[in-house]
């Protein structure tokens, strides 16, 4: 059985969150956020699909709780390494939309 994260229950609430008033939509923490959400994202699918090309006949059959547990380690994974270095996706993306210029 193949189980799948709705990724818009894996974004934080102040993502989903539509800006009320003009100084949310420029604070730039919020929108540093976002685009490390978006890379952690967009790092998830990569490792699914990675994880297609691996061969699932072994000796033992995969169960529903591994599947489970491989989609958590992959989303955990991809929020790390989106927090840490990176791709760098979400640093040019929050450069691209009007962050600080300076770090």
Same mark, same amino acid.
């Given at each position: 059985?193949?189980?799948?994260? +709705?990724? $818009?229950?894996l974004l934080s609430p102040a993502v989903t $969150?539509?800006? +009320? !008033?003009?100084?949310? &939509?420029k604070d730039p923490a919020a *929108? &540093? $956020?976002?685009? =490390? +959400?978006f890379e952690? *994202?967009?790092v998830h699918s990569l490792f699914k699909e990675m994880r297609k090309?691996?061969?699932t006949d072994g000796l033992l059959p995969r169960g529903m709780g591994e599947d489970a547990y491989v989609?958590?380690?992959d989303w955990e994974m991809? @929020? &790390? !390494? !989106? &927090?840490? =270095?990176?791709l760098g996706i979400a640093?040019? *993306?929050?450069? @691209?939309?009007g962050g600080e210029k300076d770090r």
């Amino acid at each position: 059985m193949n189980s799948t994260i +709705d990724p $818009k229950l894996l974004l934080s609430p102040a993502v989903t $969150k539509t800006p +009320d !008033s003009a100084t949310n &939509r420029k604070d730039p923490a919020a *929108l &540093r $956020k976002a685009c =490390q +959400d978006f890379e952690a *994202l967009f790092v998830h699918s990569l490792f699914k699909e990675m994880r297609k090309t691996i061969p699932t006949d072994g000796l033992l059959p995969r169960g529903m709780g591994e599947d489970a547990y491989v989609e958590m380690m992959d989303w955990e994974m991809a @929020q &790390r !390494s !989106s &927090r840490t =270095q990176g791709l760098g996706i979400a640093e040019a *993306l929050f450069r @691209q939309l009007g962050g600080e210029k300076d770090r």
